[in-house]
C-alpha cells in the first residue's frame, strides 16, 4: 500500500508541475488558467483528504476498541498473577511441610525464582517432589500455562493497538499533503479568479427551505443540522463551531437521542438501509465508493453536509455527489 501512496503521490506532483507551467505564462498568446479546471482539481483533493479523514476516524474507532480489550486482558493477566501468588504460597506450605524439621533455608534457595515458570522447573527437580501434594503440583502446573496465554493475549493486543496509532498518524500526514496541495493551487489563483471560484460554489448551494416537513426524533436532527450552516469545515471536528461531514450527522442525531459513530462509513453499517428513492428528512445518505461522504436529507431533494474546508456546511441537491446509499437512524 505504501509503494502505491508513492506513485500516487509522485504522479500527482507530476500534475503540479504541469499546472504550475499552466500559471506562468510562457508568452501573452497563453491563455489564462482554466477556474473550473482548478476548482475541480481543488475538490479532488479536499476529496482526497476527505477519504483520509474518514479512515482516521474509523481507525480511531478501532483504537478505542482495542484500548478497552487490552484493559479488559491486562485485567485478566493481574487476576491471574493473583491466583498465581495464591497458589505459589500453598506450594511453599506443601514444601516447608514435607521438609518440617530439616533444613528449609537450602529448601528456600531452591524455589526462589520470581518467574512462575522457572519458579515450577525448580520446584520439579526437587528430591522430595514425591512428597508434595500431586493434585496441588498439578493446580500450579496449570495456572502457569494460563498466565502464559493472557500474557500473550495482551502482547498481541498492545502490538495491534500499535499498528492502529501508526494508522492513524499516517492519515492524519495524508489529510495536511492533500489539504496543503489545494490551498496551494488556490494561492496560485489571481484575486479575481478566487472571488470567481467562491461565486461559482455560493451559486451552487441552494437556500434553506422555510419548512422542513420532519417531524419526531428526526426533526431535531434536521433543526441541528440546518442551524449549523455557515459553519467551517476542520477534518475530525464535530461541534460546536467547526464539523466534518460525519461529525455534522453525528452531532445532529445526538440531539435526537441517537449516538453514531464518528464514521460515514460505520454510520451506513449500523443504520437501517432505505431506498433512496424513499428517503425521508432525517435519513442520512452517503456518497463515493467506498463510502467517505455522509450528509443528512432535509427534504425537498437536498441535504445539509459539511462539505469541504473551502465551503464549509452548505445546504445542496441530494444527488450532487455519488449518491451510493441511505439509512435511517433511530
Known amino acids: 500500500?505504501?509503494?502505491?501512496?508513492?506513485?500516487?503521490?509522485?504522479?500527482?506532483?507530476?500534475?503540479?508541475?504541469?499546472?504550475?507551467?499552466?500559471?506562468?505564462?510562457?508568452?501573452?498568446?497563453?491563455?489564462?488558467?482554466?477556474?473550473?479546471?482548478?476548482?475541480?482539481?481543488?475538490?479532488?483533493?479536499?476529496?482526497?483528504?476527505e477519504q483520509a479523514s474518514e479512515r482516521h476516524n474509523d481507525a480511531r474507532i478501532e483504537?478505542?476498541?482495542?484500548?478497552?480489550?487490552?484493559?479488559?486482558?491486562?485485567?485478566?493477566?493481574?487476576?491471574?498473577d493473583?491466583?498465581?501468588?495464591a497458589v505459589r504460597e500453598q506450594?511453599?506450605?506443601?514444601?516447608?511441610?514435607?521438609?518440617?524439621?530439616?533444613?528449609?533455608?537450602?529448601?528456600?534457595?531452591?524455589?526462589?525464582?520470581?518467574?512462575?515458570s522457572a519458579f515450577l522447573a525448580q520446584m520439579s527437580t526437587l528430591s522430595a517432589y514425591d512428597g508434595l501434594q500431586d493434585q496441588l503440583f498439578d493446580t500450579y502446573s496449570t495456572e502457569v500455562k494460563a498466565l502464559d496465554i493472557r500474557r500473550q493475549a495482551t502482547a498481541a493486543q498492545a502490538a495491534e493497538l500499535a499498528d492502529v496509532e501508526a494508522e492513524l498518524a499516517e492519515e492524519k500526514a495524508?489529510?495536511?499533503?492533500?489539504v496543503d496541495e489545494a490551498e496551494a493551487l488556490l494561492s496560485r489563483l489571481e484575486t479575481e479568479a478566487r472571488e470567481a471560484v467562491v461565486s461559482r460554489d455560493a451559486s451552487r448551494t441552494e437556500t434553506a427551505p422555510v419548512s422542513v416537513p420532519a417531524s419526531g426524533r428526526a426533526a431535531a436532527a434536521v433543526q441541528y443540522a440546518l442551524a449549523q450552516v455557515g459553519k467551517s469545515y476542520v477534518y475530525g471536528?464535530?461541534?460546536?463551531?467547526?464539523?466534518?461531514?460525519?461529525g455534522l450527522t453525528m452531532m445532529a442525531w445526538r440531539q435526537a437521542g441517537v449516538?453514531?459513530?464518528?464514521?460515514?462509513?460505520?454510520?451506513?453499517?449500523?443504520?437501517?438501509k432505505v431506498s433512496t428513492s424513499a428517503l425521508q428528512p432525517g435519513d442520512l445518505v452517503y456518497y463515493y465508493s467506498p463510502i467517505s461522504h455522509v450528509g443528512i436529507y432535509i427534504g425537498?431533494?437536498?441535504?445539509?453536509?459539511?462539505?469541504?474546508?473551502?465551503?464549509?456546511?452548505?445546504?445542496?441537491?441530494?444527488?450532487?455527489?455519488?449518491?451510493?446509499?441511505?439509512?435511517?437512524?433511530?
Do not use: W
Open 237 to 246: 471536528a464535530a461541534g460546536p463551531s467547526s464539523f466534518d461531514c460525519s
Open 174 to 178: 495524508t489529510i495536511d499533503e492533500k
Open 300 to 330: 425537498n431533494g437536498q441535504i445539509v453536509h459539511a462539505a469541504n474546508p473551502s465551503t464549509g456546511v452548505q445546504i445542496t441537491g441530494v444527488r450532487s455527489m455519488p449518491l451510493v446509499g441511505a439509512t435511517r437512524p433511530g
Open 63 to 80: 483504537l478505542e476498541e482495542l484500548q478497552r480489550e487490552l484493559d479488559a486482558v491486562r485485567a485478566d493477566q493481574e487476576r491471574q
Open 91 to 116: 506450594v511453599r506450605d506443601s514444601i516447608v511441610r514435607t521438609y518440617q524439621g530439616q533444613n528449609l533455608s537450602a529448601v528456600g534457595r531452591v524455589v526462589v525464582a520470581d518467574d512462575p
Open 1 to 49: 500500500m505504501l509503494h502505491g501512496h508513492k506513485r500516487l503521490t509522485t504522479a500527482f506532483a507530476g500534475a503540479l508541475l504541469v499546472g504550475a507551467v499552466a500559471f506562468v505564462p510562457a508568452s501573452p498568446a497563453l491563455a489564462e488558467p482554466d477556474i473550473d479546471d482548478v476548482q475541480a482539481r481543488v475538490d479532488r483533493l479536499y476529496h482526497e483528504a
Open 259 to 272: 449516538s453514531l459513530p464518528h464514521s460515514s462509513s460505520a454510520q451506513y453499517g449500523g443504520g437501517t
Open 82 to 85: 493473583e491466583q498465581m501468588s
